[in-house]
């Protein structure tokens, strides 16, 4: 799945017990529909990972966005983590609270990011 503007891009890969959302560029309210459609459209698996390092801004309403997967996803029995987001969104990460809610994976050196979890992708194409 895949979702691309000029200021976002979100792919989604699907594996047997994960699915990895990448997200970079800018969410705002003039992206966050994209960005919510992403989450939402990401089959049911026991962990949605939501790989940040490309995020440059996370506005309100995309804290609202992830605090709403968080909780839609946690429903169904799985959770979001959340992972590596860039020094700007870790901070509003922080300020808003929701690094208390939903577990947050920061990747230390680019070894580790080289051993994180392969999945086999699916991808589909989803109207901007």
């Given at each position: 799945?895949?979702?691309h503007s000029d ?31 992403a989450l ?12 940040m390092?490309g ?7 995309g ?9 839609r996803?946690?429903?169904?029995g799985?959770e ?6 860039s020094?700007?969104?870790?901070r509003v990460?922080?300020v808003?609270?929701l ?11 680019p ?5 994180r ?12």
């Open positions: 799945m895949e979702e200021r976002l891009d979100v792919q989604v890969s699907v594996g047997d017990q994960m699915v990895l959302v990448r997200v970079a560029g800018e969410v705002d309210i003039a992206t966050v529909a994209a960005f919510r459609s939402w459209s990401a089959p049911a698996r026991p962990v949605l990972q939501l790989e390092s995020l440059r801004l996370l506005s309100a309403a804290v609202r966005t992830l605090l709403a997967a968080h909780l996803v946690r429903a169904c799985g979001l983590v959340l992972v590596d987001p020094p700007v969104v870790a990460l922080r808003s609270g690094h208390r809610v939903m577990p947050i994976l920061e990747l230390t050196s070894m580790e990011a080289a051993r979890p392969a999945v086999a992708t699916t991808d589909l194409q989803l109207a901007a």
